[in-house]
């Protein structure tokens, strides 16, 4: 593993709320300890959605290069932008800031994100359905990330608000009426189980949040997770999630959050430094921290 260096040179973070959970330091510093960039990656927890303005303004003035965005603040952070990706607009969120000479672009990598690392299971996937657990930020890039890359014959979002879900499912059918989204809850366990692709796009299953059904998006024994389907979890912290664990022991493929994780990093780091990040080094050393069971990020 690369060595430490004393933090230096261009400042890039991770602004959410509640993250210091996250791997994306490790990730970050990790990927330009190993090119030797003058960048280092830290983390802006903000503890209200109103507070999000001004600390991108004190940014901007600040010089700070960039930022990913998280849970909750993917889409608070829109309006904040100068410039907006297609992607950030088509997903209506932001994932990746760049601060261009005091510009902010907001982009969306989360696309390339769920993407990547399903291209390989392409074949299980194309005109088939598939199911989303959410819909927020994450969803969107899940959405946008399928019809363009994957084919899914329809989308099935699994939501709680069903309510604010016929809202979304009407805004998604207008813009890109060809591949079906529909709604249902996260209870029609039938309509779950008809999907050969299955993706949580949402925070349950995170270490330390509760949610009930021993904190996995589905309870046991519904017969909506089997074999034949694949199952790709956003969240990665645990590694072997709730979700990942029941689908495995069902026979699905299973898809765990770290290659996202790993895949959306990759884009963004590209965008900041102009370098390609040593991908496959980076995730020798993320595994071998997780496996150690270490804390440092």
């Not at 927020?136 to 699994?158: N, W």
């Amino acid at each position: 593993m690369p060595e430490r260096r004393t933090p230096a040179g261009k400042i890039l973070g991770l602004i959410g709320r509640n993250v210091d959970y996250s791997y994306s330091p490790f990730i970050h510093n990790t990927a330009a300890e190993m090119l030797r960039l003058p960048f280092y990656y830290t983390i802006f927890n903000i503890a209200a959605e109103e507070l999000v303005p001004t600390a991108l303004e004190g940014a901007r003035a600040l010089g700070i290069a960039g930022f990913n965005v998280t849970i909750p603040y993917k889409r608070t952070v829109v309006a904040c932008m100068d410039e907006l990706s297609p992607e950030a607009v088509a997903t209506g969120a932001v994932n990746t800031i760049v601060n261009r000479n005091g510009r902010l672009e907001g982009h969306n990598t989360d696309i390339a994100g769920v993407s990547d690392p399903l291209l390989r299971y392409i074949d299980d996937i194309k005109r088939k359905p598939a199911g989303i657990f959410g819909n927020g930020g994450a969803a969107m890039a899940a959405v946008e990330a399928l019809r363009r890359f994957l084919e899914p014959s329809d989308i099935r979002m699994f939501v709680r608000d069903r309510v604010r879900g016929k809202k979304l499912e009407t805004r998604l059918n207008a813009g890109n009426p060809g591949v079906p989204v529909s709604v249902h809850s996260t209870d029609d366990f039938t309509a779950l189980g008809e999907c050969s692709l299955v993706i949580n796009a949402t925070p349950v299953g995170t270490l330390g949040v509760t949610a009930g059904f021993d904190n996995c998006i589905l309870p046991e024994g519904t017969g909506a997770i089997h074999g034949g389907q694949v199952v790709f979890d956003m969240v990665y912290n645990p590694k072997d999630t709730p979700l990942l664990n029941m689908a495995r022991k069902n026979g699905a493929v299973t898809v765990p959050g770290i290659e996202m994780l790993l895949a959306q990093a990759a884009k963004s780091f590209a965008l900041w430094t102009g370098n390609a990040m040593p991908l496959q080094h980076v995730r020798k050393y993320l595994l071998e921290l997780l496996e150690s069971g270490e804390t440092e990020r």
